[in-house]
């Protein structure tokens, strides 16, 4: 309990000052009273007052104990299949699996203190379900979690809730993803949440795995070292993977027997310039996004990222023989880190929890900085994997299911959240104690980008197709006056009066 506090700590601390003080609130508060001294000859002093139960999960229930919904059944429609099928939304019983086991707990704690009943409506293709339910006035779901990018599908046609209007959800509490909150609205529009509630978000969080053993054989600087002292940087990032780059077999051609510096995909040309805190688009004084990845400094960005996903120690998974596929061992990518032949490998936190039983020994940071000069570290994510949740429009009651969900959020910090960082941590023989810091850093520090959830006038897929930096200035060029008019359209559209 105390490693998961101060696990929690970790990432409190790196909220706004008011958020962390409102946490600390959740509990019963009392009056101190004063502090002053009085004379010797005066009544005794009066007996400390107790100190506050620390804050568990019996504790936490506490403050739902009065709600009564009557068995109401909440209906939560989620992944039905494939990689990504939603996994911490329901459980049907304890099997001794971590993150199972602790959905288990917090919806039984939850069921049994307001009286409810939680159902999973597992769909393929969650969004484009619920919208259809919605455009026929059903009243199916009460909550639904899907990808960022199908959720935001939605948004300008007015199918799902604004947060800040349902007066029973504070998305300012600390179980709420604060970055993604303020992010990610839109005209103070506030349409997609996560935080606590699930962990699937951070199975869709970017972060880099390097391979311990090869950074010992090759006498190369520690990364935790690095990332701690700030130097952890571009340049630093690629003078490492070209050391590590090998032919190994000494045949002439790159295959699976070969080390390659760097294991990447495409999408990582994007994830990797947002790690230097740059944004497709920022927002003005009414929360209005505009675009910005047309300046200069922005483009000298991408051309360098470009370079390092083009490089000669770069695998994309096409420098090898093996076949891709969807499977571990098919993947190129995912296999050539898990067999010890790459020195990085930037990926979801997702292929954590596999390579926890492979053999190869690794640790977790944070993508590289574009210079020691940036102030901080950035962490991108998966805009189709990071999930998130959303409420329809045809819900009945919003106060209660605003209710509902508020309690689940909260109820996970203390079941949801410490599960995951047990199942991500232990390893097949030890636990990584070294980046358990790295992991909170890399979770409260993601760059939520409106510009690559909502790819207006296809600005972001433009960009994570490049592979030549040489033409990143006429590509841009070309592409922002298609990318404005595709803005404009849907801010017109949601500004446009709820039918």
């Known amino acids: 309990m ?33 502090t002053e001294t009085t004379p010797a000859d005066a009544a005794p002093a009066a007996e400390p007052e107790e100190e506050e139960p620390e804050m568990s999960l019996e504790v936490a229930k506490l403050q739902y104990e009065d709600r009564d919904y009557s068995g109401y059944e909440f209906r939560i429609a989620d992944r039905a299949s494939g990689d990504w099928k939603t996994f911490d939304v329901f459980s049907e019983g304890i099997t001794g699996e ?7 707990n917090r919806n039984t704690v939850l069921e049994d203190v307001m009286n409810i009943k939680i159902t999973e409506v597992p769909v393929d293709g969650v969004a484009n379900t619920v919208k259809t339910s919605i455009v026929a006035m059903a009243d199916d779901y009460d909550i639904f979690t899907d990808g960022l990018d199908a959720l935001a599908n939605l948004v300008p046609q007015h199918y799902i809730l604004d947060f800040n209007t349902v007066e029973t959800i504070h998305p300012e509490n600390a179980w709420w993803d604060q970055g993604l909150y303020k992010d990610l609205s839109i005209g103070k529009g506030s349409y997609l949440m996560t935080g606590d509630i699930s962990v699937m978000d951070n199975y869709g969080t970017w972060c880099y795995l390097f391979n311990k053993q090869l950074i010992q054989n090759l006498g190369l600087e520690d990364p935790y070292e690095l990332v701690d002292s700030g130097k952890w940087t571009l340049d630093k990032h690629n003078e490492m993977a070209k050391a590590a780059t090998l032919d190994e077999d000494g045949n002439g051609k790159w295959t699976a027997d070969d080390v390659y510096g760097f294991v990447t995909e495409d999408y990582n040309t994007v994830a990797l310039w947002s790690c230097f805190g740059y944004r497709i688009c920022e927002k003005d004084e009414n929360d209005l996004p505009y675009f910005t990845y047309n300046g200069e400094n922005e483009i000298t960005a991408l051309m360098r990222v470009i370079d390092t996903q083009q490089g000669d120690f770069t695998n994309m998974g096409t420098k090898s023989t093996v076949t891709g596929g969807g499977s571990f061992q098919l993947n190129t990518r995912e296999n050539q880190f898990a067999t010890g032949k790459a020195l990085f490998y930037y990926a979801g936190m997702r292929n954590v929890t596999l390579y926890r039983e492979a053999d190869t020994d690794f640790g977790i940071i944070p993508a590289p900085k574009e210079n020691e000069q940036q102030d901080r570290y950035y962490s991108s994510y998966s805009f189709s994997n990071l999930t998130a949740y959303a409420i329809p429009t045809t819900v009945q009651d919003r106060a209660k299911i605003g209710d509902i969900t508020e309690a689940m959020a909260h109820l996970s910090v203390y079941t949801l ?22 992991i909170a850093l890399i979770m409260a520090t993601r760059n939520f980008d409106l510009g690559i959830v909502f790819n207006w006038g296809s600005s972001f897929s433009n960009m994570m197709g490049m592979k030549d930096s040489s033409t990143v200035s006429s590509v841009i060029a070309r592409g922002v006056k298609v990318a ?16």
Not at 6 to 32: Q, V
Not at 98 to 104: A, E, P, R
Not at 491 to 499: S, T
């Open 417 to 438: 959240t410490p599960a995951y960082y047990d199942q991500t941590l232990i390893g097949k023989s030890t636990r990584d104690v070294e980046s358990e810091p790295m």
């Open 98 to 104: 971590t993150i199972n086991d602790s959905v288990f």
């Open 2 to 34: 105390r490693r998961t506090c101060s696990l929690l700590l970790a990432l409190l601390l790196l909220l706004p000052l008011p958020l962390f003080a409102s946490c600390s609130e959740t509990g019963e508060n009392s009056d101190k009273g004063s």
């Open 484 to 499: 404005n008019k595709s803005l404009e359209k849907f801010i017109e559209k949601l500004n446009e009066p709820v039918g």
